[in-house]
C-alpha cells in the first residue's frame, strides 16, 4: 500500500466514514486510562485523533503520487482547516516537490494558499471537483482585484476571470452541480468589470466565448439581455 494510490486513497475514505466509537470503547474496556484522564484527553478522543491522522497522512501520501481524488480531498482538508500543524508542514513540502508555488498564477499570500494549490495539481489534471472549487476562488480573487491591478503573482483581473471561465465550463461539461450558474456569474462579473452594455460588446470578450461555447448562444443571449435591462 506504501506506493499503491489508489489503495491509500480508499483506505483514507474508509476510516474517514468509519464511525469507531462502538470499537473504542470494547477496546478501553478494562484498561488503565489513568495517564490520558489526568491530562484532560479521554481515550476515545486519543484514538479518534491517531485514526484522523493516519487518514491525512494517507490522502496525502496518495496526492503525492498526484492521485487527482487526493488532491482534491487535501484542498478541502485545507481549507477546513482539519489538518494537524506537523501536517500541514507536510502537506507544504508535497505541495513544492510538485510544483513552486511561484509558478502558479493565483495569489498564493492567501489563508487558503494549501487549499488553492491543492486544488491547481487536481484541477489541471482534469478533476472536476477542483476545476469547480478553485474557479470560485479565481472568481472571488478577481472581484477583489480594482481596476487593471494584479494579484500578488502579477496575475491581472482580467486573466483570473478567464481562468474561472474555463474551470467553470470544464466541470460544467462534467455534470457539477453549479457549474452553468458559476458560469453566468462570472460572465456578469466580466461584464461589469469592463463596463460592458451592449450585446455587441460583450461577444467580443474572451469569457463570452468561453461560456457561449460551454452553455450555447441562446442562453447567452438571454444573459446579455437581461444586462442591457
Known amino acids: 500500500i506504501g506506493t499503491n494510490d489508489v489503495a491509500q486513497f480508499v483506505l483514507a475514505s474508509a476510516l474517514a466514514s468509519a464511525d469507531f466509537d462502538d470499537e473504542i470503547s470494547e477496546t478501553d474496556d478494562g484498561n488503565d486510562n489513568s495517564a490520558n484522564e489526568t491530562i484532560g484527553v479521554r481515550p476515545q478522543d486519543a484514538h479518534r485523533h491517531s485514526f484522523q491522522e493516519m487518514e491525512h497522512e494517507l490522502y496525502l501520501n496518495s496526492a503525492a503520487q498526484l492521485n487527482t481524488f487526493a488532491l482534491t480531498r487535501m484542498g ?86 478567464h481562468m474561472a471561465a474555463i474551470l467553470f465550463a470544464l466541470s460544467a461539461q462534467q455534470g457539477v452541480e453549479g457549474s452553468q450558474e458559476s458560469l453566468s456569474r462570472v460572465l456578469e462579473l466580466d461584464m461589469d468589470a469592463n463596463d460592458v452594455h451592449s450585446y455587441e460588446d460583450a461577444v467580443k470578450s474572451d469569457v463570452f466565448q468561453i461560456v457561449q461555447a460551454a452553455m450555447g448562444p441562446l442562453r447567452e443571449l438571454s444573459a446579455a439581455q437581461q444586462m442591457q435591462d
Open 76 to 161: 478541502s482538508l485545507c481549507e477546513e482547516n482539519a489538518l494537524s500543524p506537523q501536517m500541514r508542514e507536510k502537506a507544504l513540502g508535497v505541495l513544492d516537490s510538485i510544483r513552486p508555488a511561484t509558478d502558479i498564477p493565483i495569489d498564493n499570500t492567501s489563508d487558503k494558499n494549501l487549499a488553492r494549490r491543492f486544488w491547481f495539481e487536481a484541477a489541471v489534471r482534469g478533476n472536476h471537483l477542483a476545476q469547480h472549487a478553485l474557479a470560485d476562488e479565481l472568481m472571488f480573487e478577481s472581484s477583489q482585484i480594482a481596476g487593471g491591478e494584479r494579484n500578488g503573482q502579477g496575475t491581472h483581473a482580467s486573466d483570473l476571470r
